[in-house]
């Protein structure tokens, strides 16, 4: 018996069956006469069955002749193919960037479109990726344990309970839709954003190099008029930078 969880195993056999019917000349007439022997799924061509038995054995016959990496289909070797060749098929028809796989160029889109197809189910705010909806609802489940520890420790009323939940979430109400960060303001949750989108507003007007911060740009500047705000108590030398400033007290 295959050692792979049912829905996985649903899944992958309900995409064979696809492809298999898909492929018929008459899908009326897509008939499954091979059994497997494990599971007793049902297939119209003996490639198919043959494909879906690697479930069950775990064999990979296709391997990568770069790193090994061993696959069971052909085309997820395919795929795996283009980390070492740099090929990129999918693009962006908005922006023009580039993607090895389908998969990431359609979350990538949702950026431009806006598209929120995952929701969470306590606060009804929506992401883009189901790992930003992930990481998102782990706030409510800290929120849920030290709810609950506090209520072991100090018994409330639920009305305390409601204008403390109202408060945090004025506290967290701008929420990035791809990794799920939250901000207390608007201004910081745009900013951050373009970490995701890649969007680089600030230019340097002397060698043109872009930031997406304008502190950033404040910073840069000061390679190009020699400013040095930033003194050292103990030596008295001066830095562009604070950061630099701070590893010279410590060294």
């Given at each position: 018996?295959?050692?792979l969880?049912p829905?996985?195993?649903?899944?992958?056999?309900g995409?064979?069956e696809?492809?298999?019917?898909?492929?018929?000349?008459d899908?009326?007439?897509?008939k499954?006469?091979?059994?497997?022997?494990?599971c007793g799924r049902?297939?119209g061509r003996n490639?198919?069955?043959?494909?879906?038995?690697r479930?069950?054995?775990?064999?990979?016959?296709?391997s990568c002749?770069?790193?090994?990496?061993?696959?069971?289909?052909?085309?997820?070797?395919?795929k795996?193919?283009?980390i070492h060749?740099g090929?990129?098929?999918?693009s962006?028809?908005?922006?023009?960037?580039?993607f090895?796989?389908?998969?990431?160029l359609k979350?990538?889109?949702?950026t431009?479109?806006?598209e929120k197809?995952?929701?969470c189910?306590?606060?009804?705010?929506?992401?883009?990726q189901?790992?930003?909806?992930?990481?998102?609802?782990s706030?409510h489940?800290?929120r849920?344990m030290?709810?609950?520890?506090?209520?072991?420790?100090h018994p409330r009323?639920?009305?305390d309970?409601a204008?403390?939940?109202?408060?945090?979430?004025e506290k967290e109400s701008f929420?990035?839709?791809?990794?799920g960060?939250?901000?207390?303001?608007?201004d910081h949750l745009?900013?951050?954003m373009r970490?995701?989108t890649g969007?680089?507003p600030?230019?340097c007007s002397?060698?043109?190099k872009?930031f997406?911060?304008?502190g950033?740009i404040l910073?840069h500047?000061?390679?190009?008029t020699?400013?040095?705000?930033f003194?050292c108590?103990?030596c008295?030398k001066?830095?562009?930078?604070?950061?630099?400033l701070?590893?010279?007290a410590?060294?």
């Amino acid at each position: 018996v295959s050692d792979l969880p049912p829905d996985v195993l649903k899944v992958i056999v309900g995409e064979e069956e696809q492809q298999e019917c898909s492929s018929s000349v008459d899908q009326q007439e897509c008939k499954k006469t091979f059994s497997c022997s494990e599971c007793g799924r049902r297939f119209g061509r003996n490639s198919n069955l043959k494909r879906h038995m690697r479930t069950h054995t775990g064999e990979k016959p296709f391997s990568c002749s770069v790193c090994k990496k061993s696959s069971t289909r052909s085309g997820d070797l395919q795929k795996h193919m283009r980390i070492h060749t740099g090929e990129k098929p999918f693009s962006c028809s908005e922006c023009g960037r580039a993607f090895t796989v389908s998969g990431t160029l359609k979350r990538h889109m949702r950026t431009h479109t806006g598209e929120k197809p995952f929701s969470c189910s306590v606060c009804k705010k929506y992401f883009t990726q189901s790992a930003g909806l992930h990481k998102h609802m782990s706030i409510h489940r800290r929120r849920m344990m030290m709810k609950r520890n506090l209520q072991e420790l100090h018994p409330r009323s639920n009305s305390d309970d409601a204008s403390e939940e109202g408060r945090n979430a004025e506290k967290e109400s701008f929420s990035c839709s791809e990794c799920g960060r939250t901000f207390c303001r608007r201004d910081h949750l745009m900013s951050h954003m373009r970490t995701h989108t890649g969007e680089k507003p600030f230019s340097c007007s002397v060698c043109q190099k872009r930031f997406s911060c304008s502190g950033n740009i404040l910073a840069h500047m000061r390679i190009h008029t020699g400013e040095k705000p930033f003194e050292c108590s103990f030596c008295d030398k001066s830095f562009s930078q604070k950061g630099t400033l701070q590893v010279s007290a410590w060294s």
